[in-house]
């Protein structure tokens, strides 16, 4: 016996909104679709970590023991280079790296200025708030090199370093809209992300979850971020009929 098929007063307005979501043409098409699925995503997966870290002592315990094989295995080499590579995701690094941001885009791209502030300032309220909440402590290793007084989970320079780099692609995806420069920015702001976290793995001031998480959280802010600038940017760039 087979299923009629659907009338198409029923099917025509599920077209209808599945071809609005895919639409190239427009930032709240394609563009808005692919926003909320990263976000999705991104938040998927931080609350799975956390939920393990809360739960799971396996995963504690993969922490502490990774943690302590990579102590072990620390050069005074690689030490000194993770020490200076580290300090490109600290509080310092990111404000220099803002600034410069803001001196390029001030005049000419307000809203892209705007959306790098709102980027770093809630990303840093964010991570302030989930560290208290979680209340993880950091490993003891790396109290020899550097000396933190925050909490562990998630990683701050991670986080940081994922809006920071994040934006600076993004900026110049908007600004220069060709495949090899978009390939380029984005492949070498995730370049930058990953050799963060391994710095702050190997200096021993973060777990690999930790870190992990302070992606993954970062991603999802800017996310949010990045979805919400393409929709103002849409909202400036369609005329509105006047009313009579």
Not at 6 to 21: D, E, K, T
Not at 165 to 182: D, E, K, N, S, W
Not at 219 to 239: D, E, F, M
Request: aromatic content about 8%.
């Amino acid at each position: 016996m087979t299923q009629a098929p659907m009338p198409n007063a029923q099917r025509g307005p599920l077209r209808r909104f599945v071809a609005a979501r895919l639409d190239r043409t427009s930032y709240l098409g394609l563009h808005l679709t692919l926003g909320l699925l990263a976000l999705v995503l991104a938040l998927w997966a931080f609350g799975a970590l956390l939920g393990e870290i809360l739960e799971n002592q396996g995963l504690v315990r993969w922490d502490q023991a990774t943690s302590a094989r990579i102590h072990e295995a620390m050069t005074p080499g690689l030490t000194r280079a993770a020490l200076l590579l580290t300090n490109v995701a600290s509080p310092e690094g990111m404000i220099v790296l803002g600034l410069c941001a803001m001196l390029l885009l001030w005049r000419k791209h307000r809203l892209l200025a705007h959306t790098w502030i709102a980027a770093a300032i809630g990303g840093e309220i964010l991570n302030a708030v989930v560290k208290s909440a979680v209340h993880r402590t950091r490993p003891t290793y790396g109290a020899g090199y550097l000396h933190l007084s925050s909490y562990s989970f998630p990683s701050g320079h991670a986080m940081a370093a994922t809006i920071g780099f994040g934006m600076l692609a993004y900026v110049l995806h908007q600004l220069r809209p060709r495949p090899a420069v978009i390939v380029a920015a984005y492949t070498g702001a995730l370049l930058l992300v990953a050799m963060v976290c391994a710095t702050r793995v190997y200096l021993g001031v973060h777990y690999p979850s930790d870190v992990l998480g302070g992606f993954l959280a970062g991603a999802a802010w800017l996310a949010v971020c990045v979805t919400g600038a393409g929709i103002a940017s849409h909202r400036r760039a369609t005329p509105t009929t006047p009313t009579t």
